[in-house]
């Protein structure tokens, strides 16, 4: 009598993993392996029910519909469910005094223009409330770091994202700059608000099932790169935000927290530069120094994988 095959839960797990066990690729073999010990442990101990299974299965290619150029819903599960943090924090271990990195998030887009040190992102946003960030870019020994380029990303102070505003045909809110000879760099923008993350998808139907809010807190986007160095996709957040303790993808992190300062006079630490770029009080400063880790190896980074998911979302 041959035996009995796949009686039991576990003998079926154990068929499977037996299986996957000839992957030649070790680190596939690695991954799957534990995708598969992970998954099929989750769903026995919920005791995953057939609808709940079939409910799993509309929620994702709900998800993957919805997903386009302008709105990626995995990423926002991800970032949801924490994991993406979890993956940042895996791949840009950062030695002392490197600039944490944080989530990249879905509303990066391509092709943002090259502008000018004291450039505005904000050029069309008569809402927010001036400000201006500066700081410098600077290697782990402090010595500055000419010719890093910042990628700058923003929501408008209506708490949009440029792709999320009807009203708005192309890029805004975005912008490259490159630091001096002294590794500065200047971008003048409005005061960022917190805003919810979408919620008219699966994404914002588990928040609310799950009693959480949909809620980021106050933050601007930066992908700081330069030559010989490993680039660095982070945020600075707003110190007075209420959902610092709160974010709805997790990635406030103590070393990115800045303060914007109110200035309702010209008299302020960045001299005559309000003036000169034609602020008027009431406007914000905030300050933001980079360090980048020396490397030399690309590698894969965020972005590239950007460009291969904005060609997926325009393919579909
Ligand atoms: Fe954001």
């Known amino acids: 009598m041959p ?35 992970h998954l099929h442990a989750f769903v026995k101990e919920v005791e995953l029910t057939e609808a709940e299974w079939f409910q799993a299965i509309e929620t994702l290619t709900e998800a993957g519909r919805m997903c386009s150029d302008k709105r990626q819903e995995f990423i926002l599960f991800s970032d949801t469910l924490g994991v993406s943090m979890v993956v940042d924090l895996i791949s840009h271990r950062k030695p002392d005094g490197a600039t944490e ?8 887009r ?10 505005n992102i904000a050029h069309l946003d008569k809402t927010g409330t001036p400000t201006l960030v500066s700081g410098r870019v600077l290697d782990l020994d402090g010595k500055p770091i000419k010719g890093a380029v910042l990628d700058v990303w923003q929501a408008q102070s209506s708490g949009l994202y440029d792709s999320q505003d009807a009203s708005l045909d192309g890029l805004h809110m975005r912008g490259k700059f490159h630091t001096d000879a002294e590794g500065r760099y200047l971008v003048r923008t409005v005061r960022p608000v917190n805003y919810p993350i979408p919620s008219d998808g699966p994404v914002g139907r588990m928040l609310r099932a799950t009693g959480r809010h949909p809620w980021r807190p106050a933050h601007i986007h930066f ?3 330069a030559d010989g160095y490993e680039p660095v996709t982070t945020h600075i957040f707003d110190r007075t935000d209420e959902y610092l303790g709160s974010d709805a993808v997790f990635a406030v992190k103590d070393s990115l927290i800045c303060d914007f300062v109110r200035h309702d006079s010209g008299d302020n630490a960045f001299g005559d530069e309000p003036a000169r770029l034609g602020i008027d009080p009431p406007f914000l400063t905030a300050e933001f120094d980079f360090h980048l880790k020396p490397g030399s190896e690309r590698g894969t980074t965020v972005l590239d994988a950007q460009q291969r998911l904005a060609a997926l979302g325009a393919a579909g």
Not at 101 to 108: E, L, R
Not at 110 to 119: M, Q, T
């Open 223 to 225: 992908v700081v790169s």
């Open 110 to 119: 391509l092709g943002a223009p090259k502008l000018p040190a004291g450039g």
């Open 3 to 37: 035996a009995r095959r796949n009686k039991t839960a576990d003998d079926i797990t154990s068929e499977v993993l037996r299986r996957f066990a000839e992957t030649p690729e070790p680190r596939l073999r690695q991954i799957m392996l534990g995708l598969i010990k």
């Open 101 to 108: 990195s944080t989530v990249f998030g879905p509303f990066h």
